[in-house]
């Protein structure tokens, strides 16, 4: 036997024996507890998110899923978390547009978010309300927009806080309607939410989860709301860009990363259970109950080119709005 031939049989070995090993390691994963890691507090949207798609997981697993709550630096420390976790599939992360397509906008971040995930599950997108104080005269887009554009300056929006979603949603519309009117950032949702309810701020672009009470008891008048499509908890609200703004879109997308280099039979389970999860009807149920829309499982190719895309649209947001942290 030639030299070459020996080393290419050694090679063949080799090869073979790790893939045994890998293919054994795989079908006694997972022998302990997965983390699921979050970059919000417990209570919000994304904790319920999370919760609704946990007990399936756990089911098919069969093991325990933690959730582990990282807020902080809008969500960019929980997706750095999971960025820099041992790829051994144990640590994954429910994240979305914000740290991903956002926050590296407007600060450093210690990931990158277009190569250092691997895509694991498309879960839902959140889209937006524009509502407004009943007590402002306009029943329809077209009618704001001519409101504001006699009147620049004259009207302020609530959103919250700097760099969010729903912050980024009035300067796209702005841009887009070619008017000029005030941001006024808050501290959370909630605050705003209540500010435009008592009359204090006459504009806001809400999550629709938490406003739909408001506007179905008429304490707040929805115009328009910032999906490409109707949203099927406001099905009779036209979206923004069926009232003019062609192509008008601004919602939040939530996706199941881990970190890059996860062994390929790990990432394939994951991405298997989570398709088979997200059609399960109870599921579809209970997501959009809290607003969500959109939930359709995607491949691993549309998930990146969803995220590149809205990477390069908000970031051309901030930078011809001028945003930064402080603004």
């Known amino acids: 036997m030639t030299l070459n031939r020996r080393l290419a049989l050694k090679s063949i070995v080799a090869i073979t024996g790790t893939l045994l090993s890998l293919r054994n390691w795989a079908q006694s994963w997972p022998d302990k507890a997965i983390k699921l890691v979050l970059g919000y507090t417990t209570g919000g949207a994304s904790d319920a998110t999370a919760r609704i798609i946990v007990r399936p997981l756990e089911q098919n697993l069969k093991q325990t899923v933690v959730i582990d709550h990282k807020p902080g630096a809008g969500a960019s420390i929980g997706a750095e978390f999971v960025a820099r976790s041992t790829p051994d599939g144990y640590t994954i992360g429910l994240t979305d547009t914000g740290p991903l397509c956002i926050m590296p906008h407007l600060r450093k971040v210690a990931y990158d978010p277009l190569t250092d995930f691997t895509p694991l599950s498309y879960v839902c997108s959140t889209g937006l309300v524009l509502i407004v104080n009943p007590a402002l005269d306009v029943k329809n887009?077209?009618?704001?927009?001519?409101?504001?554009?006699?009147?620049?300056?004259?009207?302020?929006?609530?959103?919250?806080?700097?760099?969010?979603v729903h912050h980024l949603a009035g300067e796209l519309f702005k841009a887009r309607a070619g008017v000029f009117i005030v941001h006024i950032p808050y501290r959370g949702a909630g605050p705003a939410l209540t500010d435009l309810i008592g009359g204090q701020i006459p504009i806001m672009f809400a999550t629709i989860g938490p406003a739909l009470p408001m506007i179905v008891s008429g304490k707040a008048r929805a115009l328009g709301v910032t999906s490409i499509v109707r949203s099927s908890s406001l099905p009779n609200v036209p979206t923004i860009a069926e009232q003019g703004l062609k192509d008008y879109e601004a919602v939040l997308r939530f996706y199941m990363v881990g970190p890059i280099k996860?062994?390929?039979?790990?990432?394939?389970?994951?991405?298997?259970?989570?398709?088979?999860?997200?059609?399960?009807?109870?599921?579809?149920s209970e997501l959009k109950k809290l607003g969500n829309d959109d939930i359709v499982p995607k491949t691993p190719a549309e998930i990146q080119s969803m995220i590149q895309s809205d990477y390069r649209k908000w970031g051309a947001v901030i930078k011809d709005a001028k945003i930064t942290l402080d603004s």
């Open 141 to 164: 887009v077209q009618e704001l927009i001519a409101l504001a554009k006699a009147n620049p300056g004259k009207f302020s929006y609530a959103s919250s806080g700097v760099g969010s």
């Open 262 to 284: 996860m062994p390929a039979p790990v990432t394939t389970l994951y991405q298997s259970n989570f398709k088979q999860i997200m059609l399960e009807p109870n599921v579809v």
